[in-house]
């Protein structure tokens, strides 16, 4: 069984930077991609980050807008998704998932779901 646990969030300012991390366990890390998510109240769970866990390739939501970092250490079997330059839009709860061999932005290819962990970004 794959397991996802996100840490990292928070209640910060418009203009403030979080990170957070993502750990997988339960399977062999190569070959499969991770993604970050976010939901909204209200609103559908969009695709925020993905990285190609053995490549390195990296794919970002077009919202991004070069603010979000994602990285990962594979020695740890972690990601990592940096934000900078926070907005009261970014309020959501973020979610880590793996699961497809390719990249993917669609949360249906996605098999292994972390809690999430909620970001609140102030005004």
């Known amino acids: 069984q794959v397991q996802v646990v996100e840490t990292g969030g928070g209640l910060v300012q418009a203009g403030d930077s979080l990170r957070l991390s993502c750990a997988a366990s339960g399977r062999t890390s190569s070959n499969y991609f991770m993604g970050w998510f976010r939901q909204a109240p209200g609103k559908e769970r969009e695709f925020v980050a993905g990285i190609n866990w053995s490549g390195g390739a990296t794919f970002y939501g077009d919202f991004v807008k070069g603010r979000f970092t994602i990285s990962r250490d594979n020695a740890k079997n972690t990601v990592f998704l940096q934000m900078n330059s926070l907005k009261p839009e970014d309020t959501a709860i973020y979610y880590c998932?793996?699961?497809?061999?390719?990249?993917?932005?669609?949360?249906?290819?996605?098999?292994?779901w972390g809690q999430g962990t909620q970001v609140t970004v102030s005004s």
């Open positions: 998932a793996t699961g497809p061999r390719y990249p993917t932005t669609n949360p249906l290819s996605y098999d292994y």
